[in-house]
T-cell receptor
């Protein structure tokens, strides 16, 4: 399958600082990228969908000013958690889709964010 | 509303067979995915069904009945490494992925 690389895998930051998470499709062009958040023992919660070159579409309840998403190229999307708080601590996962809308999405390795 | 139901947890014995069911009610249907997720890791793709019937891939098989809004994932010759959560996800008429909460599968020796 295709490879999606997510970096960093783990990050610890202080309250009030910002953290950037990168998601790269290594061997295909990702026309659409998805950002998920997962709480312990819970399923994936879609935060936003981004298409290359356009603004991300955020799900209801997700603060777009707090979770900044940039999808500037067909191989890179970034999620920036701004002014992080301890309640933002979570597992963040990106996935990328290169083909039509019915094709599978490939997942990055995930990022464990801990805000102290 | 849109809903996907799957059991929260199942237990099976190494070497045995287990079937994980998934029922869905969504606005439209454009395919169903099964993913495996080990604790602390991202999900990995297992199967995709869009037509009725059984898709077999090695030890794993996935079945779909669109008229019943039902799918199952069948795991044969269970190994300890199969202990994981199994997520069912359906693509609706807007091609949005709707996720189930996942089934935690525990394999015992």
């Amino acid at each position: 399958g295709a490879v999606v690389s997510q970096h960093p895998s783990r990050v610890i930051c202080k309250s009030g600082t910002s953290v950037k998470i990168e998601c790269r499709s290594l061997d295909f062009q990702a026309t659409t990228m998805f950002w998920y958040r997962q709480f312990p023992k819970k399923s994936l919660m879609l935060m936003a969908t981004s298409n290359e070159g356009s603004k991300a579409t955020y799900e209801q309840g997700v603060e777009k000013d707090k979770f900044l998403i940039n999808h500037a190229s067909l191989t890179l999307s970034t999620l920036t958690v701004t002014s992080a708080h301890p309640e933002d601590s979570s597992f963040y996962i990106c996935s990328a889709r290169g083909g039509g809308r019915d094709t599978e999405a490939f997942f990055g390795q995930g990022t464990r964010l801990t805000v102290v | 509303g849109q809903n996907i139901d799957q059991p929260t947890e199942m237990t099976a014995t190494e070497g045995a067979i287990v079937q994980i069911n998934c029922t869905y009610q969504t606005s439209g249907f454009n395919g169903l995915f099964w993913y495996q997720q080990h604790a602390g890791e991202a999900p990995t793709f297992l199967s995709y069904n869009v037509l009725d019937g059984l898709e077999e891939k090695g030890r794993f098989s996935s079945f779909l009945s669109r008229s019943k809004g039902y799918s199952y994932l069948l795991l044969k010759e269970l190994q300890m490494k199969d202990s994981a959560s199994y997520l069912c996800a359906v693509t609706d008429s807007n091609y949005q992925l709707i996720w189930g909460a996942g089934t935690k599968l525990i394999i015992k020796p």
